[in-house]
């Protein structure tokens, strides 16, 4: 049996109460919420293990909370059993709409309950040290922007990216991949000696294809981690142009994945908006030049930079320039607001933009 807490919320007669009462005797660590408690509050300070929620007793609220709950990225995991009347299809199906984990039918069987109980459990801590690893690359990255002596970049990339599929009408699963895959696009270049990602100078023939392996390698890194599978195309693509000369496997037009092209975009703005080693940072205005250049050159879809340049004009950008906490998909930083880049209405010459 799980070693935490087992919240109820039900009456004390009700069959959930009954459960509650059963699981004590079997030494469970299980606690009542009844009717007029404020569940959520009480979810908050105890941080149980799973939750049961009667449905007969709790009626609606059951679903509200529920739903409440799996919102919430403090306690999407958290485990959620359901008991409702026996043959109310309707019921069953609301407690799955809201994102119950499992939904029993009363008279509830309590080697079934526990037994349900301990999947549950098991599997939203699996699911936890999947997203546990997923941070470990999290950091990995933001070591990387210290090695490189670029802080602020990955979460600039995230940032501008999240302000480009918004207008780019992406679903939520897609701008969730977006907003990880860009912060995680360059965490290849951890495995590249510092010789050659600092240097200062032209980069020989040989140095360049290292540079260029870091998209392989940032794929393999993600591979084993099924919480990045989504981000796998944009680290592995965000280098591709459409013509197909781009890099490692010089795809064609919609062969690139619509989110690496996103990347992509953005990486050659961040690069010479914010400069490298071997290069001064150049103006919004110059990089849009150098984007709608590229575009009419064959390798990015005009209407991707026609959507960026008017995201940059809007005054988008500006929380997202400054280095902090990883915000979420949906925090204010990703939406329109005051300006700290802009571009004039009349762009300046293009400069060459890098693939470093």
Known sequence: MTAGLVLVVAAVHSEGGRKCAEMKRHGVRACLV????????????????????????????????CRQLKRDVDTRLLPIVLICEPHDRGARLAGLQSGADTVLHMPVDFEELMARVRHTVHASQFIGDLESAASII???????????????????????????????????PESQALYRGAFLHD????????????????????????????????????????????????????????????????????????????????????AI???????????????????????????????????FESVVRAGALESARRPGPLLDPGSAATRPGSSVVSVSDRPADPGRATDR
């Open 34 to 65: 009844g009717p007029g408690i404020d569940a959520r509050a009480v979810i908050d300070a105890t941080r149980p293990a799973v939750v049961v929620i009667d449905m007969v007793s709790a009626g609606a609220s059951a679903s509200n909370l």
């Open 138 to 172: 999290m950091t990995l990255t933001a070591m990387l922007e210290a090695r490189t002596c670029s802080p602020g970049h990955c979460h600039r990339m995230a940032n501008y990216a999240m302000a480009l599929g918004r207008v780019s009408a992406l679903s939520e």
């Open 187 to 270: 965490i290849g270049m951890l495995a590249l000696p510092d010789a050659v990602t600092h240097k200062s100078g032209p980069l020989e023939s040989h140095e360049y294809e290292l540079i260029k392996s870091h998209t392989v390698v940032g794929d393999a890194l993600c591979a084993n981690l099924r919480t990045l599978h989504a981000v796998r195309p944009i680290v592995r693509h965000h280098h591709e142009r459409l013509d197909g000369t781009g890099y490692p496997d010089g795809l064609r037009g919609d062969e690139v994945p619509l989110l690496a092209q996103i990347v992509g975009i953005i990486d050659v703005f961040e």
């Open 273 to 307: 908006t914010a400069g490298r080693a071997y290069e001064r940072p150049r103006t919004a205005d110059e990089a849009i030049r150098v984007l709608h250049d590229e575009a009419d050159r064959g390798w990015r879809r005009h209407d991707l930079v026609d959507g």
